[in-house]
């Protein structure tokens, strides 16, 4: 008796533990008054904040089409975009996707000076792409990421990166027009989801990633279908 | 078409027999008043573009070579002519006639920037040098004459001096007026050294030494056609008629095509000013061969060289970067800068070029290092605004420091070109490289359809290189594709290594590409598109060499 009741205090502890630390984190965010990027309106809706921050950092889980749709607004706003450490880039397809090619840097091989070649190019860049060589360390991502608020720089890392915004991921990817050897790839139907670390559970939405017409754009007419649990971040 | 060719003459024009002489001169508006030929000595450079090129690719000088432009002869060496190969001849014809022919690319801007030496040889000889085109330029010869004791002495001297330059046999006319001292150079004869390679008409005697040669001499085609028709075969039949007569009927330009002819050439000598010389040059004894040694000796030279340009009130836009090494090499390469060069800038390009042993490195230690502005603008147009520079200048900034760190060819800009597979289209020019057509050098065009290109969309991760991969039907064999397209069994799995294998859940193909089946660097190849159990969708090419993963759908 005594040992249930204080069982059920811990529980209700716990939970008032969990939602003030969601309060504490939610009023730690790294900016109050966030300046926005312009933002694909597909995605804009999933981010904390309804869009793309000014000196914050996004991680994409392995999607260089959903990069692409990410780079293709501020990049059409007339922003410069510099790509390091991804020499497998497609530049052709980022042209579909409509970042202007004029505006965009490419640095493939900065070796074994990422930070340097980031930060330098987060100085005069708005929008950064980059791909840690390998596991960053936690210096150096402070460093840069102290350097990413000061200048107002958005970092979109593809793959893990300590201390993101968000974390966007693909999951139930679908192509449609090609079959048991005909047709061709045509459209993908594909679940974006977002975690973030200040909003409480992740968001998800069915996107056409691109569709036929080569645009991308939210699939309104089937539900989203319920995401198995599967730790993201 | 001039009514001149078609028509008769409107005007009679009759033949005097000899009123050249005492012709009144201010009845022609076209001419000085009173003016005396002056005394010209003309030297030229036989076969310049020709020489300017052998000397370029070092060729022996007697090297049958042709000059082409537009896929037509424009320039044939002495050895070429002598086997047919003339101007305005098919490339295919001239190498036909002659099979040995070296078969050159013509640059109008190699020809004048080869003939510079030889304009400044002559400058220190004789000042006042008028460039008429690249390999024929005319000075003053009345204070030369003076002073090395005689025109024919002078004459010889400077074409002595031109041939120590690279000339090729440079032959020199003495004459009253540009033209006639022009005719007199062309009919030197060749042996040079022999003091024939100076023709010398005396003060007087131009109008009794044009007076024998054709008419076709005249620059003006469609008076030149109509003077053959009225039977007028040389100047000196043209410098019978009567000037006043010849300027009612043609007018000024006419007039002074007469006077010409009459060898009364009056047009004064315009001397070119001397450009001033802003190239920067190091020597260095002993040879150097780290690249940071050469880099410290050419700092100071590059900021005098800056301060050179600024004090002219000019920024440069591209240099010339000229190294000399111990072992005779040389390497030499323009480089572009997208605003404008500081001396770090400077300092950057000859390092990269040391360091760019794949393209222009040199082997052996540098002895010397040249850099000369290859363009520049007035300082005004390249200012800061009131409000700082705009956004692109510090976007360059940026970049360049990057540069400096990485390399030239680590910060690229992209842009698409024309061709069937993704490298080919995807284009990728160092920063500050790029011309400003904004199409990179060597791309295809890519406004042509391209049939056999991949339908949108493209993948967005292009593999460079390529991995290897294994597509394998349901039996665990390799997938092949026979000679008419069709495929040995469907794939179903395929996997990078041995360790991880994909099931495919669709596959699509092959669509062939069979590219330059005529030619050495033929490429043929099947294309894939296949979508895994994640719904990861993969572009595979099986060719010579196997399967391999292109690029992926991601």
């Given at each position: 008796m005594l040992d249930r009741s204080t069982v059920l205090e811990s529980v209700g502890e716990q939970d008032t533990v969990a939602q003030l630390q969601a309060r504490i984190k939610a009023m730690q965010a790294t900016k109050l008054d966030s300046k926005l990027i312009p933002t694909?309106?597909?995605?804009?809706?999933?981010?904390?904040?309804?869009?793309?921050?000014?000196?914050?950092?996004?991680?994409?889980?392995?999607?260089?089409?959903?990069?692409?749709?990410?780079?293709?607004?501020?990049?059409?706003?007339?922003?410069?975009?510099?790509?390091?450490?991804?020499?497998?880039?497609?530049?052709?397809?980022?042209?579909?996707?409509?970042?202007?090619?004029?505006?965009?840097?490419?640095?493939?091989?900065?070796?074994?000076?990422?930070?340097?070649?980031?930060?330098?190019?987060?100085?005069v860049m708005e929008v950064v792409v980059t791909r840690p060589p390998k596991r960053a360390t936690d210096s150096s991502v402070a460093r840069l990421a102290a350097r990413l608020r000061q200048r107002g720089t958005t970092l979109l890392v593809l793959g893990p990166w300590p201390q993101?915004?968000?974390?966007?991921?693909?999951?139930?990817?679908?192509?449609?027009?090609?079959?048991?050897?005909?047709?061709?790839?045509?459209?993908?139907?594909?679940?974006?989801?977002?975690?973030?670390?200040?909003?409480?559970?992740?968001?998800?939405?069915?996107?056409?990633?691109?569709?036929?017409?080569?645009?991308?754009?939210?699939?309104?007419?089937?539900?989203?279908?319920?995401?198995?649990?599967?730790?993201l971040a | 078409m001039s009514p001149h060719t078609r028509r008769a003459p409107v005007l009679r024009l009759d033949r005097r027999p000899s009123s050249g002489s005492a012709f009144p001169a201010s009845t022609v508006g076209a001419e000085l008043p009173g003016a005396e030929p002056p005394r010209v000595a003309v030297l030229w450079c036989p076969d310049w573009p020709v020489t300017a090129a052998a000397q370029h690719e070092k060729l022996p000088p007697d090297a049958p070579i042709a000059l082409v432009t537009k896929n037509l002869v424009f320039a044939s060496s002495g050895s070429a002519r002598a086997e047919g190969v003339v101007r305005g001849l098919r490339v295919r014809e001239a190498q036909a006639r002659q099979p040995g022919l070296v078969v050159l690319d013509y640059d109008p801007a190699l020809d004048s920037r080869a003939f510079e030496p030889i304009i400044a040889a002559m400058e220190e000889l004789v000042p006042g040098v008028q460039v008429l085109r690249p390999g024929l330029c005319a000075v003053r010869v009345r204070g030369a004459a003076r002073y090395y004791g005689g025109e024919r002495a002078a004459g010889l001297f400077l074409a002595g001096r031109a041939d120590e330059e690279g000339a090729g046999g440079a032959r020199v006319g003495i004459a009253d007026g540009i033209f006639t001292a022009d005719q007199a150079a062309r009919r030197a004869s060749a042996g040079a050294g022999s003091g024939q390679a100076v023709r010398i008409v005396p003060a007087g005697e131009a109008a009794s030494f044009l007076e024998p040669l054709g008419i076709g001499l005249l620059d003006d085609e469609q008076l030149v056609t109509l003077l053959r028709r009225l039977g007028i075969r040389t100047l000196g039949a043209f410098a019978q008629l009567d000037a006043a007569d010849v300027f009612t009927r043609f007018g000024p330009g006419g007039a002074r095509l007469h006077s010409l002819a009459s060898g009364r050439d009056s047009w004064p000598l315009t001397p070119r000013t001397p450009p001033r010389d802003l190239d920067a040059v190091v020597q260095f004894e002993p040879a150097l061969d780290r690249v940071d040694q050469v880099a410290f000796g050419v700092r100071t030279a590059a900021e005098g060289f800056i301060d050179a340009l600024t004090a002219a009130k000019l920024v440069c836009t591209a240099i010339r970067v000229e190294l000399d090494s111990d072992s005779g090499e040389l390497s030499e390469r323009v480089w572009l800068h997208p605003r404008s060069f500081t001396p770090a800038d400077v300092v950057d390009r000859v390092r990269w070029q040391l360091q760019g042993a794949g393209e222009v490195g040199l082997k052996s230690g540098v002895t010397r290092v040249r850099v000369s502005p290859e363009s520049v603008d007035a300082i005004g147009n390249h200012e800061g605004g009131l409000w700082g520079a705009g956004p692109d200048e510090r976007v360059h900034h940026g970049l360049s420091r990057v540069q400096s760190m990485l390399g030239h060819g680590a910060v690229l800009m992209p842009s698409v070109g024309g061709g069937r597979?993704?490298?080919?289209?995807?284009?990728?020019?160092?920063?500050?490289?790029?011309?400003?057509?904004?199409?990179?050098?060597?791309?295809?065009?890519?406004?042509?359809?391209?049939?056999?290109?991949?339908?949108?969309?493209?993948?967005?991760?292009?593999?460079?290189?390529?991995?290897?991969?294994?597509?394998?039907?349901?039996?665990?064999?390799?997938v092949e594709v026979g000679d008419r397209g069709t495929v040995s069994a469907p794939p179903v799995r395929f996997s990078a290594n041995s360790s991880e294998v994909r099931r495919l859940t669709a596959w699509a193909g092959p669509w062939a590409i069979d590219e330059r089946w005529w030619s050495a660097d033929a490429r043929s190849a099947w294309r894939f598109q296949a979508v895994d159990e994640t719904g990861c969708a993969w572009l595979l090419v099986l060719d010579a060499g196997g399967w391999w993963a292109e690029a992926r759908y991601d």
């Open positions: 694909h309106p597909a995605i804009a809706g999933l981010l904390p904040g309804g869009g793309l921050q000014q000196g914050a950092a996004y991680s994409i889980d392995r999607s260089a089409m959903l990069l692409m749709t990410l780079l293709a607004a501020p990049s059409a706003a007339g922003t410069w975009c510099g790509i390091v450490g991804m020499p497998e880039f497609g530049v052709e397809a980022a042209q579909h996707f409509g970042v202007d090619l004029d505006r965009l840097v490419l640095v493939p091989h900065p070796g074994d000076q990422w930070l340097a070649v980031t930060a330098a190019v987060a100085d993101t915004e968000a974390m966007l991921s693909l999951s139930q990817s679908e192509w449609h027009g090609i079959g048991e050897g005909h047709g061709h790839l045509a459209a993908r139907e594909v679940t974006v989801t977002v975690t973030s670390r200040t909003a409480g559970r992740p968001r998800s939405a069915r996107l056409w990633l691109p569709d036929a017409g080569e645009a991308v754009r939210r699939a309104e007419n089937r539900a989203v279908q319920p995401l198995p649990e599967r730790q | 597979t993704l490298s080919d289209r995807q284009q990728l020019v160092a920063w500050g490289d790029r011309p400003p057509d904004g199409r990179a050098p060597g791309a295809k065009p890519v406004d042509q359809p391209w049939p056999g290109r991949l339908p949108d969309p493209l993948p967005g991760t292009v593999f460079s290189p390529r991995h290897p991969v294994h597509v394998l039907s349901a039996d665990g064999a390799s």
